[in-house]
């Protein structure tokens, strides 16, 4: 059952050329969906905890994270939203400049539902999004 509400993406990316890239993109796509940034891995734990400055935070139907972050790494945000029963269903692709295949596997052995490696080909990046989008946020079904 689909449930007719606004979808909420978090991007935790802390280069602003690449954050402000992947908003346009996920914005360009036209979607029923907010997009929300935080640029460290405290934050956006905070966020996806609901605690502090985000105890209002909307809850997150699908995150992008970025592996390399300022406070916790991308691999530590995983480890720590798989050991909890609430946040542990929450979609998370990795966006990583990596390709290096230790870092994909780690990815996935922590929970991450996918991997896109970072595109310096505009169109190349948003078609990746999208199809990112389509199947989190149309296609397969998931409740917060």
């Known amino acids: 059952m689909r449930v007719n509400t606004p979808r909420q993406i978090l991007l935790v990316e802390d280069e602003v050329t690449d954050a402000a890239l992947a908003i346009e993109a996920l914005e360009s796509l036209k979607q029923e969906w907010h997009v929300h940034?935080?640029?460290d891995g405290t934050r956006?734990?905070?966020w996806l905890h609901r605690i502090g400055e985000y105890i209002e935070a909307p809850?997150?139907?699908l995150a992008?994270?970025?592996l390399n972050l300022p406070?916790?790494?991308g691999l530590s945000i995983l480890e720590e939203v798989r050991k909890d029963d609430e946040l542990s269903r929450i979609p998370i692709v990795v966006l990583s400049t990596s390709n290096r295949p230790e870092d994909v596997r780690r990815a996935y052995e922590l929970g991450a539902r996918g991997?896109?490696?970072k595109s310096f080909d505009y169109e190349d990046f948003v078609r990746s999004l999208s199809v990112a989008?389509?199947?989190w946020l149309c296609v397969s079904e998931y409740v917060p």
Do not use: K, P, S, W
């Open 37 to 39: 940034h935080t640029n």
């Open 59 to 61: 809850r997150v139907h």
């Open 71 to 73: 406070g916790r790494n």
């Open 133 to 135: 989008c389509e199947y």
């Open 64 to 66: 992008f994270l970025d």
């Open 44 to 46: 956006a734990l905070n």
């Open 115 to 117: 991997f896109i490696q």
